[in-house]
């Protein structure tokens, strides 16, 4: 058990912004200090729970796509200095496959995930937040090259996705959100610059909150 609080640092982003490349370079950074990862990708319902557009087509890009209560819980709970059991994710996996993984409690939490500021049980968890920042032609890009890719998708449903659920989407529950953050992490030409700045601004938070002697 963990006697005080944890330091929870948070990282959200629009669909494609590269959220989840820079909270995993986060862990590298400051791998010394064993941090928990916390994913909310792991909390996706199953497809049948799923809600449908007008068109009978099954939006992913919902805060309701998401298990918050169970995502809630399992945070709190960790949070509170206890060990959690969590389904990894993976997109093309079959229901009841996914790998069982345990996420043992830390002084530091990072947590990722698209409603990272949406859900409320979750941010007023969250100490020190990032947003990270692309343009929009950039993140449908990298859109299209992952769901290709990984997913099988085909071009005309992925620009289908983006323009009714994806957009939608980061206007009403994410970009609103972007004036809270403690720092906006430009995605861009101005990454490398960006990360030194963060990592300054991360480590002196790290020192006030006596992670090093």
Not at 36 to 43: E, G, H, I, P, V
Not at 54 to 80: C, K, M, W
Not at 124 to 135: G, M, P, Q
Request: aromatic letters at 12%; charged letters at 25%; a negative charge.
């Amino acid at each position: 058990m963990i006697d005080k609080k944890p330091l929870v640092i948070g990282v959200c982003g629009g669909s494609g912004s590269g959220k989840t490349t820079l909270i995993k370079r986060l862990q590298e950074e400051i791998a010394h200090l064993n941090p928990a990862l916390f994913t909310m990708d792991n909390y996706y319902l199953p497809i049948e729970s799923q809600m449908l557009d007008p068109n009978g087509i099954v939006n992913f890009d919902l805060p309701t796509a998401l298990d918050e209560e169970q995502l809630s819980n399992d945070l709190t709970r960790l949070y509170h200095g206890n060990a959690i059991e969590v389904k990894e994710y993976f997109f093309n996996t079959q229901p009841g496959k996914n790998v069982l993984i345990t996420i043992d409690p830390s002084d530091l939490i990072l947590v990722e995930g698209l409603f990272l500021y949406h859900y409320s049980e979750v941010f007023k968890l969250v100490d020190w937040s990032v947003y990270v920042d692309v343009d929009l032609k950039t993140q449908l890009d990298r859109r299209i090259y992952r769901d290709q890719s990984t997913r099988g998708y085909k071009h005309q449903e992925i620009i289908y996705q983006w323009e009714n659920h994806v957009l939608p989407c980061y206007h009403s529950y994410i970009e609103p959100y972007k004036h809270q953050a403690n720092f906006v992490f430009n995605n861009d030409e101005r990454a490398e610059r960006d990360f030194s700045e963060l990592m300054v601004q991360i480590n002196e938070l790290l020192l006030q909150r006596g992670f090093f002697s």
